[in-house]
């Protein structure tokens, strides 16, 4: 499955923004599908995650209550809903898919799509 991330900009604190993740290929809704973030000069972090058939889903402590992962498997899409964003949310954030037998929680993608730069302003 190849993967395009788009919808990244700049942003106030405390405002949102939406990342779309779009994938090419067959069996998009076989597999388990991430966004990740990496900041300037940190490791790549799991942001949130969401099982193949959306019923289940994980978000990092540091999102919890603020994004909301969603996918739209008839469209091949992925989205990411980011509200109340703060500075420290300030990251290139990637998509990235997984197998279908992946635990949401322990997402390691192995197929990823290019980063979309997000920065949130104070």
């Known amino acids: 499955v190849q993967l395009q991330a788009s919808g990244g900009g700049l942003a106030q604190a405390g405002g949102s923004l939406r990342l779309s993740c779009a994938a090419s290929g067959r069996a998009f809704s076989w597999y388990t599908m991430g966004w990740f973030r990496q900041a300037l000069g940190k490791e790549r972090e799991r942001v949130a995650a969401i099982s193949p058939d959306g019923g289940s889903t994980y978000y990092a402590d540091s999102v919890k209550g603020r994004f909301t992962i969603s996918r739209d498997n008839a469209k091949n899409m992925v989205y990411l809903q980011m509200s109340s964003l703060k500075p420290e949310d300030t990251a290139v954030y990637y998509c990235?898919?997984?197998?279908?037998?992946?635990?949401?929680?322990?997402?390691?993608?192995?197929?990823w799509g290019q980063g979309t730069q997000v920065t949130v302003s104070s």
């Open positions: 990235g898919a997984g197998p279908a037998t992946a635990q949401v929680r322990a997402l390691n993608p192995n197929n």
